[in-house]
């Protein structure tokens, strides 16, 4: 069982920057993949980053390369996703999730790979 618990969501205006938390429950956090999720009003959730067990691998869907840097302390069974540059359609409810493939190769960019989920932080970005 893992529990995820995200922080660090609010208002912000374009141009800004946030950083997003999620602490992990479980003595085995440094042993799988993380991933951030977002979801807009009336839009389906999609994928925003990934990183593997180590950290040394990473993985961004295209609208956020270059602005967003996902990150892991495994000694704090925390990961972050730092967001600059924010934009309006960045707006939505961010979630992490932990993708339970211990010590696997791959990074997911796919909902369905994901076991656990946090409960979401809402990031809102004024014009």
């Known amino acids: 069982q893992v529990q995820l618990v995200e922080s660090g969501g609010g208002l912000v205006q374009a141009g800004g920057s946030l950083r997003l938390s999620c602490a992990a429950s479980?003595?085995?956090?440094?042993?799988?993949?993380m991933g951030w999720f977002r979801q807009a009003p009336g839009k389906e959730r999609e994928f925003v980053a990934a990183?593997?067990?180590?950290?040394?691998?990473?993985h961004y869907t295209g609208s956020v390369k270059g602005r967003f840097t996902i990150s892991r302390d495994n000694a704090k069974n925390t990961v972050y996703l730092q967001m600059n540059s924010l934009k309006p359609e960045d707006t939505a409810d961010y979630y992490c999730?932990?993708?339970?493939?211990?010590?696997?190769?791959?990074?997911?960019?796919?909902?369905?790979?994901?076991?656990?989920w946090g409960q979401g932080t809402q990031v809102t970005v004024s014009s």
């Open positions: 999730a932990a993708d339970l493939a211990f010590y696997s190769s791959t990074i997911s960019s796919f909902a369905g790979e994901y076991d656990y």
């Open positions: 990183i593997s067990w180590s950290g040394r691998n990473t």
């Open positions: 479980g003595r085995t956090f440094g042993s799988y993949a």
